[in-house]
């Protein structure tokens, strides 16, 4: 890690620290992850949690929407080794940003901002079989020119897309909680992409309102009562996967609810709008919106271009990731 000057810190949590750096060769500025209690030694568990965020960031690589990754190292130095993950600088965090604007984004707004979040969740969920499984605004950031990219595959898997060879039983819990979907509250192990949207409906309710989370619970049971009191069971109970859920049996699933309480909690959003948001918190996980669904609802589709004025330079990028995902060769980034 030599080749970087270290700048100053711009995050830390669970998984690791992150530093601005600058590279001494090029000048460029990028953000390196240090992987917190990475020591080699041989602990094949720390090795398969960084290669995993590694392969899950190299998969991404060159989607306008997802964080490029530029290089991955293991560094041998006195005492042990050290994990790296360099990435691009993008900027603060959705969770900074909506804390210093401190007000709803306007629709129009809001919109451009989930067609970018909805196209980075496609690629990962059609195209690379990407699971993220923690999508949060801390977990997003803003570059420069207001354009979003998803960050912090510290959670993220590989699933099998053909869902005759699930590989499930998955890890859980996963996802903060604020954002976990019904399924995994219940205690679902073989979930899909829908923990990822279910999350992304979240995010879309906290950009209309100001920052304020939708459902901020303070136990899992908690977050389950929260989630059913406003927008209802949602017909959970009646989905074929409900009577194999850990906490089926739960009394919180015996309650009598009131209907979905959304369209009052959001008056001001338009029916397109309305249609997308209550699509992606819906709490049946085989009726949920998936990502590629979302993009094809009327909010979407029938907005006019001025919505994206973006668009030029995010299809270039978006171009570089068709080809390589349709299989042109591959970049070199891990280089441990
Ligand atoms: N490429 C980047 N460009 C700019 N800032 C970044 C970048 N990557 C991460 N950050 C900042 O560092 C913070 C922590 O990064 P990251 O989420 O990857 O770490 P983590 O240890 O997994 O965090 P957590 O435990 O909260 O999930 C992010 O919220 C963001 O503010």
């Known amino acids: 890690m030599e080749h970087y000057?270290?700048?100053?810190?711009?995050?830390e949590g669970a998984s690791g620290v992150v530093y601005?750096?600058?590279?001494?060769?090029?000048?460029?500025?990028?953000?390196?992850k240090r992987l917190r209690g990475?020591?080699?030694?041989?602990?094949?568990?720390e090795e398969e949690v960084f290669l995993r965020e590694a392969r899950c960031l190299e998969a991404c690589r060159g989607h306008p929407s997802l964080v490029e990754l530029r290089a991955a190292h293991l560094d041998h130095a006195a005492g042990g080794v050290a994990a790296f993950l360099v990435m691009e600088y993008v900027g603060p965090s959705l969770a900074q940003a909506m804390r210093e604007r401190g007000r709803p984004f306007p629709e129009a707004e809001c919109r451009r901002l989930m067609r970018q979040l909805l196209e980075g969740?496609?690629?990962?969920?059609?195209?690379?079989g990407v699971l993220h499984r923690d999508l949060k605004p801390d977990n997003v950031l803003v570059d420069a020119h207001g354009n979003l990219k998803i960050c912090d595959f510290g959670m993220s898997r590989f699933f099998a897309k053909d869902t005759t060879k699930s590989t499930a039983p998955y890890t859980s819990p996963v996802v903060t909680l604020w954002?976990?979907?019904p399924e995994?509250?219940?205690?679902?192990?073989?979930y899909d992409a829908g923990v990822d949207t279910w999350a992304l409906g979240c995010i879309m309710a906290e950009l209309l309102s100001g920052g304020a989370p939708l459902f901020p619970g303070r136990s899992e049971m908690d977050q389950l009562n929260r989630v059913f009191d406003a927008v209802?069971?949602?017909?959970?109970?009646?989905w074929p996967g409900f009577a194999?859920?850990?906490?089926?049996?739960?009394?919180?699933?015996?309650?009598p609810r009131p209907p979905s309480r959304l369209r009052e909690m959001f008056p001001a959003l338009s029916a397109a709008g309305f249609d997308v948001l209550s699509g992606l918190l819906d709490c049946r996980p085989d009726t949920r919106l998936s990502a590629a669904d979302a993009l094809r609802r009327p909010w979407f589709t029938d907005a006019t271009a001025a919505d994206s004025p973006d668009q030029q330079p995010r299809n270039a990028c978006g171009a570089r990731f068709a080809a390589r995902v349709g299989g042109a060769a591959a970049a070199d980034a891990i280089v441990v």
Request: net charge positive.
């Open 5 to 11: 000057e270290r700048l100053e810190k711009i995050g």
């Open 20 to 32: 601005k750096a600058r590279c001494r060769r090029t000048g460029a500025v990028v953000a390196v």
């Open 38 to 45: 990475y020591c080699g030694n041989e602990d094949a568990e």
């Open 121 to 128: 969740a496609r690629a990962m969920h059609e195209s690379l």
């Open 179 to 181: 954002y976990r979907a």
């Open 184 to 190: 995994l509250l219940l205690g679902s192990r073989d």
């Open 232 to 238: 209802g069971m949602g017909g959970i109970e009646s």
């Open 244 to 255: 194999r859920l850990p906490r089926a049996g739960s009394p919180l699933c015996a309650r």
